[in-house]
């Protein structure tokens, strides 16, 4: 397809398991955005990609997450020992080299029992 | 963190009226970005106002930038039953790829 793919969409968990949550941004993209959305809020930006390298993960909120873009194009969002406060919606997005607009996935509904 | 504030949180008009959403930011920006949510759904791109632009129109969308209050406004005419949504702005500092600051959002519904 032609959009940012997320996957899985739902998933649910123990607290204290490890996640990964997939992003396959658009194809030619070179920027790749990880956010967090609780309900009733807006978007929480947590670290974002130029090419294979976290350019800013000024917005991860402790050592627990983690992300990585081994190849400059899937990207991996992990989560150790998951906490019941880590429930939220991931998104993930895409832009080309130089700028705006970003486009978003259908994100990762997270929720840890 | 929360760059800046949506008014009103929530928004119910009839179909075919007008519909404003207003916003305002904390600090200097580069652009300001208006997107769309449906429930359960990512976000959609709507339209990009530069901080040397006023206005700027799309369809039936318009949205002002009123930079010294630091605030923008966006305004979907005759509205349809299927732009029930939340509407959400979003701002960015710099040029080039940076990471957007996004409002709580406008939580819009239009009655059939």
């Known amino acids: 397809g032609a959009g940012v793919s997320q996957t899985p969409s739902n998933k649910v968990t123990e607290k204290g398991k490890y996640v990964e949550l997939r992003c396959d941004p658009i194809s030619g993209h070179t920027a790749l955005y990880w956010y967090r959305q609780s309900l009733g809020q807006g978007p929480e930006f947590l670290i974002y990609f130029q090419g294979t390298g976290a350019a800013d993960d000024s917005g991860l909120p402790n050592d627990r997450f983690f992300a990585v873009r081994p190849e400059g194009s899937v990207s991996t969002l992990k989560i150790q020992r998951t906490e019941r406060g880590d429930s939220a919606v991931y998104l993930c997005?895409?832009?080309?080299?130089?700028?705006?607009?970003?486009?978003f996935g259908d994100g990762t509904r997270l929720s840890i029992l | 963190s929360q760059q800046g504030e949506e008014d009103p949180q929530a928004l119910s008009i009839q179909e075919g009226e007008n519909a404003t959403m207003n916003c305002s930011y904390k600090?200097?920006?580069?652009?300001l970005q208006w997107y769309r949510q449906n429930s359960g759904r990512g976000l959609v791109h709507l339209i990009l106002?530069?901080?040397?632009?006023r206005e700027k129109h799309s369809g039936r969308l318009r949205v002002t930038l009123d930079t010294s209050k630091k605030s923008s406004s966006l305004l979907i005419t005759a509205s349809r039953a299927a732009d029930t949504a939340s509407y959400f702005c979003a701002t960015d500092k710099n040029s080039g790829n940076t990471p957007l600051v996004f409002g709580k959002g406008t939580r819009l519904s239009v009655i059939a």
């Open positions: 997005a895409s832009s080309r080299q130089g700028g705006q607009p970003q486009h």
């Open positions: 106002i530069r901080s040397n632009e």
């Open positions: 600090t200097s920006i580069n652009n």
